[in-house]
């Protein structure tokens, strides 16, 4: 493309700009791109430029039905029949003229010079400058040609060399400004951020559609028609919400304001707003309570139906409850595991956000036993589980837990109570399988069982059945295999043990020999091992693998002689009566 060339289009862009302020050209992507016709927008703010007399030009198109599409010979538009069309156009030569069958040309702009000639049906630009004309349809119309050529011809009113063509079709129903269900839409969106550009899709941002009751939740309403166009300004947009919960909708005092949430959440269960102009509505939905509920919002345009979107928000704190406590040692106590809901049983985490839930978690006045006490508290986030950890006072003190959350209405709920128990660390440890005798491919499970020198459960201690060197736990047991299928070797540095109980899953494998057999397993944590207290053997066995040959041949007899019962049986149905 030459540099006049560009420039000539950079021309028509400033005159028709200057003519309304604002105006969106539809890009060209064809091989014909130097000439291609450039086709003015709606104006964004449904507003018509005056159309004034030659000279003068109608800046935006009227009435134009979705986007053009813009490709040199092969462009295409659709109208409504009241509408008019702009189209710009550089001329490459000094003289050109844009030619239009079914339509009239009602106004231009022109760099240079220009005249309507031809009954108003042809358009002669004298000059290389930018041209912007506006063309409206004929009554009764279904498509209107539009046509840009070149000519040297200084008096010619119509022919020359055809450079651009748009095909413009004429919508004469009644669907154009009418809500188009297809077209429209409720969407989630986060708050404040209801712009054309972010109401193409339903959002997918996390939490989207659920929140706390203390946080309002935004949605974008989308009303256009069949043609993609925002329907009229001044359309009545209400939403109502079931369950008592508030909604409001953007009162816009500007166009560009119209899609934003509203600056306030709602009082009532209903509200109304008429379009300011062809942008979306914002509209903000909130709990009435610090219940849990879930509330219905129904859209209406114009008395159309839009939609439906279903908001949820959780209620305050309703229930804490404590859960699989560990076996406490006195210099470190132990932990419970902690969570929280509502009262409709939605998962609650203290902290998010910290004006509906926060962290508010003390020692109730019912935890009893000498020296247990709530000590460092983890609130739970989504998943991931929540602790409270609690001090001993004594070995084999025993006792309970249970601890209050104030929800910030100042209300409190009371958690169930746990048994706290206090040890101290393993002195002596006893094995046992879960079977005394396994076939191949069983699952075969350990338990062992620790203590402390008291003869009490042993406190749950990292590092206390594992340590680093020659500590490592050992099991070692024939045809016992990990998930790897290799000979197992069980035990880590990180082996702990819960409420003084560790366990270890072997998968049984078929003696090499195909036969069944006694063994004995050992098992040995040298971290524990004392004077008093080795490494273990457990015993157990291992079936036969496979069926034999007898069983077999037992297996087949059976199935004839059963086989030829039911033939009898039969023969005895279908003989024929015999007569007397």
Do not use: W
Request: charged share 5%; aromatic share 6%.
């Amino acid at each position: 493309m030459s540099t006049k060339t560009i420039s000539k289009r950079i021309a028509l862009a400033t005159v028709v700009a200057l003519g309304a302020g604002v105006l969106s050209l539809v890009s060209v992507s064809s091989a014909n791109a130097a000439h291609a016709f450039s086709i003015a927008q709606t104006n964004p703010d449904g507003l018509t430029a005056s159309a004034g007399t030659a000279g003068a030009g109608t800046p935006y198109s009227v009435g134009l039905l979705g986007a053009p599409v813009v490709s040199g010979l092969l462009s295409t538009a659709t109208l409504a029949a009241t509408g008019t069309i702009t189209v710009g156009y550089t001329p490459t030569t000094d003289y050109a003229g844009i030619s239009v069958t079914g339509g009239t040309i009602s106004a231009y702009t022109v760099a240079n010079t220009g005249a309507i000639v031809t009954n108003g049906t042809y358009f002669q630009a004298q000059g290389a400058g930018a041209v912007a004309v506006s063309i409206k349809p004929n009554a009764g119309v279904a498509t209107m040609t539009i046509q840009a050529s070149r000519s040297n011809l200084t008096t010619a009113t119509s022919g020359g060399t055809l450079e651009d063509q748009v095909i413009v079709s004429v919508a004469a129903t009644a669907t154009s400004g009418t809500v188009s269900l297809s077209k429209s839409g409720v969407f989630y969106d986060a708050p404040g951020t209801g712009t054309q550009a972010a109401v193409s899709a339903d959002s997918t941002s996390a939490g989207v559609g659920t929140s706390a009751y203390g946080v309002s939740q935004s949605a974008t309403i989308v009303a256009k028609d069949a043609y993609s166009v925002y329907v009229a300004a001044s359309s009545l947009v209400t939403a109502s919400a079931t369950n008592g919960a508030y909604v409001a909708l953007t009162q816009a005092s500007a166009a560009a304001s119209q899609g934003a949430s509203p600056a306030a959440v709602g009082t009532i269960s209903s509200a109304y707003a008429l379009t300011y102009g062809v942008y979306p509505v914002g509209m903000i939905v909130s709990a009435p309570s610090t219940a849990p509920v879930t509330t219905t919002v129904t859209v209406s345009v114009n008395g159309v139906v839009l939609g439906t979107k279903a908001f949820t928000f959780t209620g305050s704190v309703a229930k804490v409850t404590l859960s699989a406590p560990s076996n406490g040692v006195l210099s470190t106590g132990g932990t419970t595991t902690l969570a929280f809901a509502d009262s409709a049983g939605n998962a609650i985490y203290p902290g998010t956000p910290a004006g509906s839930y926060p962290q508010n978690l003390v020692k109730d006045a019912a935890t009893a036993g000498a020296g247990i006490a709530l000590s460092t508290v983890v609130y739970p986030v989504s998943g991931t589980a929540g602790s409270a950890a609690f001090t001993c006072g004594a070995i084999n003190s025993t006792g309970n837990l249970s601890v209050d959350y104030t929800n910030a209405d100042g209300t409190i709920v009371v958690s169930n109570s746990v048994p706290i128990t206090c040890s101290s660390t393993p002195a002596s440890y006893t094995a046992k399988f879960d079977k005394s005798s396994y076939n191949p491919g069983d699952i075969a499970t350990l338990t062992v069982t620790f203590k402390d020198s008291t003869g009490a459960l042993a406190a749950d201690v990292a590092g206390a059945i594992a340590a680093s060197g020659a500590n490592i736990p050992n099991i070692v047991g024939s045809n016992l295999t990990n998930t790897s299928g290799t000979l197992l070797t069980a035990g880590t540095l990180t082996d702990v043990t819960t409420n003084g109980v560790a366990t270890y899953k072997f998968i049984v494998v078929a003696p090499a020999s195909g036969t069944s057999g006694s063994y004995q397993a050992i098992v040995d944590f040298p971290k524990v091992d004392s004077a008093t207290q080795s490494g273990l053997t457990v015993p157990y066995s291992i079936g036969s693998s496979g069926t034999s040959l007898n069983d077999v041949l037992k297996g087949i007899v059976s199935l004839i002689a059963s086989i030829n019962k039911q033939i009898a049986a039969l023969a005895k149905l279908v003989a024929p009566a015999k007569k007397k």
